[in-house]
């Protein structure tokens, strides 16, 4: 497997305050991305990193931002939570040919 | 309308035979085309990818239709360990690394 960290795995929060979600990888790849999954949508991509500091929002980007100041290490935070942001929240790497992604085990994120 | 549509099932199966669903996808424009395996509560990994030609793995095969712009996947002799989330997932020619995927086709495999 992958070697891809995501922390916390769970977390419960109020609305209004701000969540980092952090995804950690030992793999060196250079691509990595962040996604939210909800029933009956598929993965819906928020942001990717194609290295360090080299960011760009994906098609669900509203509300979130992201940093990568480490290849290992790309944020995702949510600089006030809503109820709308209650989701699972997968990190994914990619090699050179970008495709084929590998995703860290998630994060539970329960906005109240 | 969804760029990738799944039927999410269940599709339920005995333990030993064979099952087959299909995913449609919007773009014509699209390029790549992968099945990803997903079991409750864990994260998605690859199972496989899809060449137009149609390919195996063991006992899974896909195949493309690009005409009618759908792909779909049969698993043959079913075991109890193939019960989980099917996703089908698309990437375009223009976007690349950004995948689309489809909500998921859920199989569940019974004794």
């Known amino acids: 497997d992958a070697g891809i960290t995501q922390s916390p795995r769970h977390k419960v929060t109020e609305t209004g305050t701000p969540v980092t979600l952090r995804c950690h990888q030992t793999e060196n790849h250079r691509y990595m991305y962040w996604y939210r999954q909800d029933p009956g949508h598929g993965l819906r991509l928020i942001h990717y990193s194609y290295g360090v500091k080299d960011t760009d929002k994906g098609e669900v980007s509203d509300g979130y931002s992201v940093s990568r100041s480490k290849t290992e290490d790309f944020l995702l935070t949510l600089e006030s939570a809503t109820s709308s942001q209650t989701s699972v929240y997968f990190c994914a790497i990619s090699e050179d040919n970008q495709e084929t992604q590998y995703f860290g085990p998630g994060t539970r994120l329960l906005v109240l | 309308r969804k760029e990738v549509e799944q039927d999410p099932g269940p599709f339920n199966v005995p333990e030993g035979a064979t099952v087959a669903f299909n995913c449609t996808y919007s773009n014509s424009a699209s390029q790549s085309f992968f099945w990803y395996r997903q079991d409750c509560r864990k994260e998605p990994k690859l199972l496989m990818s899809?060449?137009?030609s149609g390919n195996e793995d063991g006992r899974f095969t896909a195949q493309l239709n690009r005409a009618s712009q759908y792909i779909s996947l049969l698993i043959r002799d079913s075991k109890l360990s193939d019960s989980a989330t099917y996703l089908c997932?698309?990437?375009?020619?223009?976007?690349?690394?950004?995948?689309?995927f489809g909500a998921g086709t859920q199989v569940v495999v019974t004794p």
């Open positions: 997932v698309v990437t375009l020619t223009d976007s690349w690394g950004k995948l689309q």
């Open positions: 899809v060449y137009s």
